[in-house]
């Protein structure tokens, strides 16, 4: 299903209707940037090549009222260098104390979106593995979990302490999705919810990046 639809993909465009590739559309937001639509598949696709079970979960990062000091340009690069650094280490101690503990690979797409008053906000989904990871923890400052792990990597890609950050990591209602290599249901429930990042409307184009993911 996956080469075939790879295949026979168009060059670009918007998407309208209700599913995608096979893949169920959150339609109501449409319509639908066709290349991201394409990225969250490939990321999806690749998190499930690798690990058949895979731990998927929305977040939103949001900036401080003073937000038009940040450099935009590079926050979302620090955040993810410095998640991924946190989530390395975990594993490498998970790994001392048990040699059968489970690695993962991190993957993610993104997107940028403006509110009121053209204040910014990035919407995630972040893969990891299942085996490795299956929740996100309490959401308070402090514990040694998922959550925290955002929000000190968020404090850091803004340059202000964990303290400070509180707030602005916000995990999105029904955020997490535990999905299966060959269980499109599974799929099809992750996919719906990632779409609203590939949603045309919101996104400011231009001088600015408004959609990533993650490579390989």
Known sequence: ??????????????VDGSHFEGYRLMNDKGPFDRKHLEKIVDVMQLALGEHPRTFAFRIDLRLPSDWGTWDERRMIDRFISSFKAKIMHSRDMAKRRSPSAHQTAIRYVWAREEGQGGRP??????FLNNDAFNNLGTYELGRDNLFNR????WASALGITPDAAEGLVHIAKNAV??????????????????????????????????FGGSRG
Not at 150 to 153: L, R, S, V, Y
């Open 121 to 126: 906000h990035y919407h995630f989904v972040i």
């Open 150 to 153: 955002m929000t000190e990597a």
């Open 177 to 210: 999705y535990r999905i299966k290599a060959g269980d499109l249901h599974s799929q099809n429930e992750l996919f719906y919810r990632a779409s609203y990042l590939a949603k045309d409307a919101t996104k400011v184009r231009g001088s600015r990046h408004c």
């Open 1 to 14: 299903m996956f080469q075939q639809a790879l295949n026979n993909r168009e060059q670009s465009g918007l």
